[in-house]
């Protein structure tokens, strides 16, 4: 049994759920999502809750069952509070600034990246602080990886960007010259 897969969602009441099939439609304040399921589990509206149920119980099911209920519930809280994700960059000369729906990150190259957001996610720069945030958590999510990708941290001195919550390890430097 699955001990995620058991637990409903609950659904608040700003938020407009439908069931279409094999497709879940969320609406709410924040903005609205669609997600089409696999056919071994099927999802069941009760009053104001959301309960998804395996067909079998092969272990691909079980899978999938709690798998569904995770992204049914990611749903549900995207569409109501949404999903930030928290870059800090350091660096001598290193700057981001965000115009319209892309990026300008200047991070130690010879050349700006200008770095595409894409649709759904929106991003605020305050010093050395990039905050993601969107209803979608994994496009939140893939954003802050791939803004993380142009500079990961180097664990000598600590440059580049890393996640706020990240914790670099630092290494010692050449010490084998002083004799």
């Not at 995620?4 to 700003?14: A, C, L, S």
């Not at 802050?144 to 000598?156: L, N």
Request: charged share 25%; net charge positive.
């Amino acid at each position: 049994m699955s001990r995620i897969g058991k637990q409903p969602v609950q659904i608040p009441e700003k938020v407009e759920v439908k069931l279409d099939g094999g497709l879940i439609k969320v609406k709410g304040p924040n903005g609205a999502m669609e997600f089409s399921h696999h056919q071994s589990v099927t999802v069941d509206k009760e009053e104001n809750t959301l309960v998804v149920k395996p067909l079998d119980q092969s272990k691909k099911t079980r899978a999938l069952w709690g798998l569904t209920r995770t992204l049914v519930d990611n749903m549900v809280v995207g569409v109501t509070k949404g999903f930030t994700r928290t870059l800090e960059f350091n660096g001598v000369g290193y700057k981001a600034a965000v115009k319209g729906d892309s990026m300008l990150l200047n991070l130690g190259f010879s050349h700006p990246i200008n770095y595409k957001l894409p649709d759904g996610v929106s991003a605020k720069v305050t010093k050395n602080v990039i905050v993601l945030s969107g209803c979608s958590k994994e496009l939140v999510g893939f954003a802050a990886a791939k803004i993380r990708s142009f500079r990961p941290p180097e664990p000598y001195k600590g440059k580049g960007v890393k996640y706020q919550d990240e914790t670099i390890i630092r290494k010692a430097g050449k010490s084998g010259g002083k004799k």
